[in-house]
Every structure is written in structure tokens, then in C-alpha cells.
């Protein structure tokens, strides 16, 4: 479900949820130094949470979920949106995290059934990076890719949460702290 919500088009770059309240922001890959990059977490039990960067901007979503009982869907409409322009400093950090992380050689998927363990209840994500010359997408059941070696599927987070620290460094508050204002 989160790979269907996940846009990584480098032509045009939209965050994971909207609404006719607020509008998707497009990051668009101009130039062949340009990357963009999202990441979103969570879902049916309590709020989707994007991320999205494009070296410019970052823009943070957080977006509730919406059961519509009649055509037994769910939308994920978003409760709150905040863009913000960083410091130069600030980038140079995100990248260099993101390139000890080797986000862009993460595996297409991460399940904790593919080595052997059953999680019924736990975190779904999706990440998506983009260059001018295509786009590459991981998403997550329970699993995550290992500090060491991203093609390693694990159950520890430390590289998921490695690279939810370095979005959260672009922003004055944490991300919970922004979902509960949006709620």
C-alpha cells in the first residue's frame, strides 16, 4: 500500500499525500547535480509521515487516514504540511548521511518474511531517490536494510531511523511534535 502512495517520478516529484485542502509539492530533477529523495512511514494505524528533499527544499507531510465504509477504501489526506528552505551546512550534512547510508543502493524490498520471521504488528515505508537519470524505490514491511550492508534485510531500524534523523535535522521541531499539532 505504501509503494502505491509513493510518487518518485523525477519529472515531477510529489509528496506521498494530499487533499483539496493542501496541494502535493513538486520537486522536479532540473539538472543532472539534482537529486530528490522521500521517504514516508506508517499508515492504516495512526498517521502517514512524509519526507521529501530536493537540495532547495524539504517538505514534511503528515497525513491521517480516511476510511471511506461505502467503497471500502482508505485515503490518507494530509492533516499538516511544512516546507522549509535549510542551511547550506544543513544540506551538506543530509547528503553526507544519506551516502553513509548508500540510500541509493537500498534493495527494491525489505519483508521480514523473506528471512524467516512473522511481525504482526510493526512499520510500513516506502523511500524513493531520484537523479535526472531515473529513480530507484525500497519500501518496508517490518524490515528495514542493515547499517552494514543495505542489501541485508534486518528487523533493527538503525538505518531507517539514521535516515529519519537526518530529515528531521532540516526542521525546527520533530516530527512527532508536528503530527500532534496536525492531528
Not at 509513493?6 to 537529486?35: D, T
Not at 497525513?63 to 461505502?70: A, F, L, N, S, V
Request: charged share 25%; proline share 5%.
Amino acid at each position: 500500500m505504501i509503494r502505491e502512495l509513493m510518487l518518485a517520478l523525477c519529472a515531477g516529484m510529489i509528496c506521498s499525500c494530499a487533499s483539496a485542502k493542501l496541494e502535493p509539492k513538486k520537486y522536479i530533477c532540473s539538472n543532472k547535480n539534482m537529486k530528490v529523495v522521500s521517504v514516508n512511514y506508517g499508515g492504516i494505524w495512526g498517521p502517514l509521515c512524509v519526507y521529501t528533499a530536493d537540495g532547495i527544499h524539504a517538505c514534511r507531510e503528515v497525513c491521517r487516514p480516511k476510511t471511506d465504509k461505502k467503497k471500502s477504501v482508505i485515503t490518507f489526506p494530509v492533516s499538516g504540511q511544512q516546507e522549509v528552505t535549510p542551511t547550506p551546512g544543513q544540506w551538506r550534512s543530509f547528503w553526507e548521511k544519506l551516502e553513509g547510508l548508500k540510500v541509493s543502493r537500498w534493495r527494491p524490498a525489505y519483508r521480514a518474511k523473506d528471512i524467516g520471521v512473522t511481525v504482526y504488528d510493526g512499520l510500513q515505508w516506502g523511500a524513493s531517490y531520484s537523479t535526472w537519470k531515473g529513480s530507484r524505490e525500497s519500501d518496508g514491511d517490518n524490515a528495514y536494510p542493515s547499517i552494514s550492508d543495505p542489501n541485508r534485510i534486518t528487523l533493527d531500524k538503525l538505518a531507517f531511523d539514521r535516515l529519519l534523523d537526518a530529515y528531521a535535522a532540516l526542521f525546527p521541531t520533530s516530527m512527532d511534535d508536528f503530527a500532534k499539532e496536525h492531528q
